[in-house]
């Protein structure tokens, strides 16, 4: 074969490759459009599997919150831990101090304390470490954003979960307008449950010292954990109103408008709110958000006069 002819065959070689071996511009387009069409389908089932998941290790951390409330009670007389509503971090006088109050942005600031684990881990402080291992995780809802600084360091906030105010127990010095002192074997006051901080313990809801404490409801219908609304939680205590439908503290949302709670029995629950009136949007409640807030209220806590709530 000649020369020119060898030129003409590796030119039409070079050409048939090129012709062949990538895209058209046209083809580009049609997978970029395929593409974003699958990535459009795909995303809602991704954002639901991780809602889900999220939903279900929640309840697994209430779940180890629920039984080392229940362990703790059986080694101490049937008394719950103590849970006065006081923010206060004197040791073995809150169920879990510390204050996380705050940074729903860096920017916004909030609690100083509320990066530090230790008051959920040290079991001076903790009533439940000994019987968690000594871990943070399930006070901890994995669907929480928020983060602080903590010693210099930006750190996922340590707690999202608080105790109904009904259930706990208080030292009498305390409870007479003294000092923390002796030992917490009264039951909490609620204070929140007539709607003017003033309720005295079981006139006329029911509050719950102890374990064997139920006369008119059963343990298994009083919630004692519950996850809360960033944009509400502070200290350890969720308060209820039970004399009115009025909103002191925000149960969580999180879960696709449902949230977690604990129950003295020991079992959990992911309950679903039927509006939006725990989106921190109102503060009195009627119509479906009356059916959201009578069943906060009336698994807190019950009237010895009418037997429900209000």
């Given at each position: ?16 490759r ?56 059986s ?53 439940l470490?000994p019987?968690?291992?000594?871990s ?12 602080c600084?903590?010693?210099?360091k ?6 999202s ?40 313990a079981n ?16 343990p ?18 969720i308060?209820?109103?039970a ?38 949007q109102?503060?009195h ?20 006069i ?5």
């Amino acid at each position: 074969m000649n020369k020119k002819l060898n030129s003409a065959v590796f030119t039409a070689r070079a050409t048939h490759r090129t012709n062949h071996g990538g895209f058209t511009m046209m083809e580009l387009l049609v997978v970029i459009a395929t593409t974003g069409i699958l990535v459009v389908m795909v995303l809602p089932t991704l954002a639901f599997s991780k809602a889900k998941s999220q939903a279900e290790y929640c309840l697994s951390n209430f779940n180890q919150l629920a039984k080392a409330c229940a362990m703790y009670a059986s080694d101490n007389q049937e008394f719950y831990p103590p849970n006065p509503d006081d923010g206060n971090t004197v040791p073995r006088y809150d169920w879990c101090p510390g204050n996380v109050a705050g940074w729903w942005s860096l920017g916004a600031g909030g609690s100083p304390d509320a990066g530090n684990a230790t008051y959920l881990t040290n079991r001076t402080y903790s009533s439940l470490a000994p019987y968690l291992a000594s871990s943070a995780v399930p006070f901890k809802c994995p669907a929480d954003w928020r983060v602080c600084y903590y010693n210099g360091k930006v750190v996922p906030v340590v707690r999202s979960v608080s105790a109904n105010a009904g259930v706990g127990t208080a030292d009498a010095s305390w409870l007479s307008g003294g000092s923390h002192s002796g030992r917490p074997s009264s039951p909490v006051n609620g204070p929140w449950l007539n709607g003017s901080h003033s309720h005295m313990a079981n006139t006329p809801y029911a509050t719950f010292g102890k374990s064997t404490s139920f006369k008119n409801c059963s343990p298994s219908e009083i919630w004692i954990y519950a996850d809360e609304d960033p944009f509400s939680i502070n200290d350890s205590s969720i308060a209820v109103v039970a004399a009115t439908p009025t909103i002191i503290d925000f149960p969580s949302t999180r879960h696709q408008n449902a949230g977690c709670f604990g129950f003295c029995d020991g079992h959990t629950e992911m309950h679903r709110w039927k509006s939006n009136v725990f989106v921190l949007q109102a503060t009195h409640a009627v119509g479906l958000q009356y059916q959201d807030w009578y069943w906060f209220a009336s698994h807190a806590t019950r009237s010895f006069i009418t037997g429900s709530v209000p």
